[in-house]
Each structure stands twice: as C-alpha cells, then as structure tokens.
C-alpha cells in the first residue's frame, strides 16, 4: 500500500510539473553567439559620472571583458558579476594593465549615481590597485542598449507586469579592436578560462561557437501562479520529485531485503 501511495504520489508530481511548464513556456533569451563580429564602437552612453562617452574610448590595445547587466537585479546578474570578480582575482592580470572590463546596464531605467555605486562594490571586492580605471560601468538610453545587445546576441525581455527581466548569464571576451573573441556562459567563469580567453582575444584570434550553451533564467514572474518566480518554481518541482525518487528506493530496497515469505504476503 505504501509502495502504491508512493508511486502514485510520484506520477502526480510529474503531471502537474509538465502541465505547469507546458502553460508557461521558458521566455526566449538564450545569447546567440556572433564570433568575430565588430561591436559598433561609436555608441554613446554614460559612465559613472555622468559622462557621454563612446564605447570606442575603451577600446584600443588592450582585450574587453563586456559584461551585460542589470544593476538592481538581486539575483542572476549579481551572482554573474560575483563569479566574474572571483575568477579575475585567481589571474595575474589585472584590470586597467592588460585589459579592461566594460558592465553595461541593459535598464534604460537605471542611471550613473546607480553604476557608480555598483563600481565601488565590485571594484573594493576585486581589491586590486587601478581597478577603479580599468572598470567600468555604463547606463544608456533604450536605442544604445539594444544596439549593443543586438550586436553580441543578448536578448532579454521585460516583463511591466512584474517590472522585471527575463535573461541568460553569460560574458563575452572582445579583440582590442572590438571584435567578439569569446563567449562564456553560465555562472562558472575559471581564472584559465579567463586568462586563456584574454590571451587569445589580445591576439586577435577569434573560437570556436560554445556546443549547448547553459541557459540560466532571472525572472520572478510564472503566468500559470502568479506567485513563485520561474526559476524557483523548476527548484521546487524538481526536488519534489527528486525526493519522490529516493523514498521510492529506499522502500523497494527494504522490501527486497525481507524473507521471501514476507515479500509474498
């Protein structure tokens, strides 16, 4: 009876998860990968302080780390930055000597009293000297950042009802002349991946598309509950199930170790 409840259970679980995800379809903002594409280097934005500057300015013989974000976004774009930051600081590199980091806000919303402070976070965890020259962060209107966004493959989708964002994580390595070298997805960014990709990049050798890259979604909006976010809502179904599984084989183990007269009854 109990093995019955427990199979039962388990098949419950799976229909409900499938019928949910089959309501509400993952948003489509996987980055597409434009190796050796130029970046339009003359778009305007705004740097920490206010400034208008092209991207062109940082740009000249050193690689391009570009990193789009969303300042305010406590989760997937903090953690992509976290990452980022962990595996520079295991390079000898260093940022402002032999390349430089560019993070762009893809929120119009989001201004340069914004990315200033989001400099000072990131620049003090990297800990290094002349960080604060070598790392940048920008805002911009909606037509730059989505000229930017276009040109390296990054889609993302706003959602007014939540005021929120759906997008994938992921970073990409430029050709001092502003060419796409490398693309770097997930939240897993290596200090040999890093320095092999800077390396490369610096001498203008362009890889090869990355197989199946990793989608990672942020977006706290499920149209079929209006309550959890997607990605929290996969955690949950999927540890239901996973734990479904487990109590599944411990009961047949147990049953399978009994006398064979016990098993029969």
């Given at each position: 009876?109990?093995?019955?409840?427990?199979?039962?259970?388990?098949?419950?679980?799976?229909?409900?998860?499938?019928?949910?995800?089959?309501?509400?379809?993952?948003?489509?903002?996987?980055?597409?990968?434009?190796?050796?594409?130029?970046?339009?280097?003359?778009?305007?934005?705004?740097?920490?302080?206010?400034?208008?500057?092209?991207?062109?300015?940082y740009f000249?013989?050193?690689?391009?780390?570009?990193?789009?974000?969303?300042?305010?976004?406590?989760?997937?774009?903090?953690?992509?930055?976290?990452?980022?930051?962990?595996?520079?600081?295991?390079?000898?590199?260093?940022?402002?000597?032999?390349?430089?980091?560019?993070?762009?806000?893809?929120?119009?919303?989001?201004?340069?009293?914004?990315?200033?402070?989001?400099?000072?976070?990131?620049?003090?965890?990297?800990?290094?000297?002349?960080?604060?020259?070598?790392?940048?962060?920008?805002?911009?209107?909606?037509?730059?950042?989505?000229?930017?966004?276009?040109?390296?493959?990054?889609?993302?989708?706003?959602?007014?009802?939540?005021?929120?964002?759906?997008?994938a994580s992921?970073?990409?390595?430029?050709?001092?002349?502003?060419?796409?070298?490398?693309?770097?997805?997930?939240?897993?960014?290596?200090?040999?991946?890093?320095?092999?990709?800077?390396?490369?990049?610096?001498?203008?050798?362009?890889?090869?598309?990355?197989?199946?890259?990793?989608?990672?979604?942020?977006?706290?909006?499920?149209?079929?509950?209006?309550?959890?976010?997607?990605?929290?809502?996969?955690?949950?179904?999927?540890?239901?199930?996973?734990?479904?599984?487990?109590?599944?084989?411990?009961?047949?183990?147990?049953?399978?170790?009994k006398d064979?007269?016990?098993?029969?009854?």
């Amino acid at each position: 009876m109990i093995r019955r409840f427990i199979i039962s259970l388990g098949l419950l679980v799976v229909m409900r998860a499938g019928g949910a995800m089959a309501q509400t379809p993952a948003p489509d903002v996987l980055i597409e990968q434009h190796l050796n594409e130029q970046v339009p280097l003359d778009l305007v934005f705004q740097d920490d302080t206010g400034r208008s500057v092209a991207l062109r300015a940082y740009f000249s013989t050193k690689p391009v780390i570009l990193v789009l974000a969303q300042y305010r976004c406590p989760r997937l774009c903090s953690l992509v930055l976290n990452s980022l930051t962990d595996g520079l600081c295991g390079i000898d590199y260093e940022i402002g000597k032999e390349f430089t980091v560019v993070t762009v806000s893809f929120d119009p919303r989001e201004k340069p009293e914004l990315a200033a402070a989001k400099k000072a976070a990131y620049v003090e965890k990297y800990g290094r000297p002349g960080a604060a020259t070598g790392w940048h962060f920008l805002t911009g209107d909606e037509p730059s950042i989505k000229s930017l966004a276009d040109a390296v493959g990054f889609r993302y989708i706003y959602d007014s009802t939540t005021d929120q964002y759906a997008h994938a994580s992921g970073i990409m390595i430029l050709t001092p002349e502003g060419k796409i070298a490398r693309y770097r997805f997930g939240l897993d960014y290596s200090p040999r991946d890093l320095r092999f990709g800077l390396e490369d990049a610096s001498a203008g050798n362009v890889g090869s598309p990355v197989p199946s890259p990793l989608r990672m979604l942020c977006f706290a909006y499920d149209p079929a509950t209006g309550k959890y976010s997607l990605m929290t809502l996969r955690l949950v179904r999927l540890t239901g199930l996973l734990t479904v599984v487990i109590l599944a084989g411990f009961l047949f183990r147990a049953w399978r170790h009994k006398d064979p007269a016990s098993r029969a009854a």
